[in-house]
């Protein structure tokens, strides 16, 4: 069965990087579309940023040129690095994933098949 496992979560200062880690088994990681979404205290859960089984990649306006998505296909691992962090970006992070079909950032906090456990990250001042 599909398992997706995120590491790398933790404190960080406003400002700073930290680059989260899904290690997936269990599917064709090669041929998925992937995400990573969060949810922060009290608000719904939102898509971050989504790489298709192209490597084409999407990222919510709210992330976009401080977040990368990646696939390292030798490791079946997902990350996406963060960058320029900011208190807005405190939330519960997840790892999701599905078949190579309508795969957009605006629906991965939703509608995808399959979650990890999540991993939290807090930026502090």
């Known amino acids: 069965h599909v398992q997706l496992v995120e590491s790398g979560g933790g404190s960080v200062q406003f400002g700073g990087s930290l680059r989260l880690s899904c290690q997936a088994s269990?599917?064709?990681?090669?041929?998925?579309?992937m995400a990573w979404a969060r949810q922060a205290s009290g608000k719904e859960r939102e898509g971050v940023a989504v790489?298709?089984?192209?490597?084409?990649?999407e990222y919510a306006d709210s992330v976009m040129g401080r977040f990368t998505i990646s696939k390292d296909f030798a490791k079946n691992t997902l990350y996406p690095q963060m960058n320029s962090l900011k208190h807005e970006d405190t939330a519960m992070y997840y790892c999701v994933a599905k078949l190579p079909f309508e795969c957009y950032v605006d629906s991965s906090g939703t509608d995808f098949d399959n979650w990890g456990q999540g991993t939290q990250v807090t930026v502090s001042s």
């Open positions: 269990g599917y064709s990681f090669s041929s998925s579309c």
């Open positions: 790489i298709d089984n192209d490597l084409s990649t």
